[in-house]
């Protein structure tokens, strides 16, 4: 097995950031379920890259950021990426994923770093 790598996965509570996780490393999400509030939960995945060589990441499933309160700084420095997930329904949930990016690409001191915004649909 090669590398390591940390992704975290943020967003606003309620955007569906379990459920991407769950869906994608699982299957097993249900369309519908609950939300219940994470405090922090990590998922470790194994993915075959372009190399033929196989890693482990680990995703950092991150409690749902609310009105107010900080994204917590110590991800920053530990993170080798992040996904960055906002609701199609709540354009707050996306202005504030604009404001973490460029708290991310700040406390990065503008080292590299990988980030992927996803879109979700909470249904209903």
């Known amino acids: ?19 991407v996780l769950e869906h994608l490393l699982y299957a097993n999400h249900i369309v519908g379920s609950e939300p219940m509030e994470t405090l922090e939960d990590i998922y470790i995945g194994s993915i075959e890259t372009d190399r033929g060589v196989r890693e482990q990441v680990r995703f950092y499933d ?19 990426g992040f996904v960055l997930v906002y609701s199609i329904d709540n354009k707050d949930s996306f202005k504030r994923m604009e404001v973490l990016k460029k708290d991310i690409d700040r406390y990065r001191d503008k080292k590299e770093v990988t980030a992927a915004l996803l879109l979700c649909h909470t249904f209903t």
């Open 1 to 19: 097995m090669g590398k390591s790598c940390k992704v975290v996965v943020c967003g606003l509570s309620a955007v569906g950031k379990t459920a």
């Open 62 to 80: 991150t409690r749902g950021l609310k009105e107010g309160v900080e994204f917590p700084r110590h991800y920053y420095s530990f993170a080798d």
